[in-house]
């Protein structure tokens, strides 16, 4: 383990960004699959809801540990924007079929 006196400002920089992108990545990607589920899930509506809400919590959790175990911060952030477009176009064909 480095000493606090060796750690580069790449290296410190590396972590603020992680811990930005865990942050702001986990809550954008925990609303979309919120969203996203509470209008797939075959349950009542409020049901649903609060399943989706429920799960929202794990998908933050996961996102958080998606981000710091990837071996780099451009690794976490293709990996956060991927599944991020991939619950929106989700969202999107889904809204798109409650449409009249």
Same mark, same amino acid.
């Given at each position: 383990?480095?000493?606090?006196?060796?750690i580069?400002?790449?290296?410190?920089?590396?972590?603020?960004?992680?811990?930005?992108?865990? %942050? =702001?990545?986990?809550?954008? +990607?925990? &609303? @979309?699959? #919120?969203?996203?589920?509470?209008? /797939?899930?075959?349950?009542?509506? !409020?049901?649903?809801?609060?399943?989706?809400?429920?799960?929202?919590?794990?998908?933050? %959790? =996961?996102i958080?540990?998606? +981000?710091? &175990? @990837?071996? #780099?911060?451009?690794?976490?952030? /293709?990996?956060?924007?991927?599944? !991020?477009?991939?619950?929106?176009?989700?969202?999107?064909?889904?809204?798109?079929?409650? %449409?009249?």
């Amino acid at each position: 383990m480095a000493s606090p006196a060796r750690i580069t400002p790449a290296e410190r920089a590396s972590v603020a960004g992680r811990i930005v992108l865990a %942050a =702001g990545g986990g809550y954008g +990607v925990a &609303a @979309l699959a #919120t969203a996203f589920l509470s209008l /797939v899930l075959p349950l009542a509506r !409020a049901e649903a809801v609060a399943a989706a809400t429920l799960l929202s919590f794990a998908v933050m %959790a =996961g996102i958080v540990v998606l +981000v710091f &175990a @990837l071996r #780099t911060l451009l690794r976490a952030t /293709v990996a956060v924007a991927g599944l !991020a477009g991939l619950l929106g176009l989700g969202l999107w064909l889904a809204m798109r079929g409650l %449409a009249p």
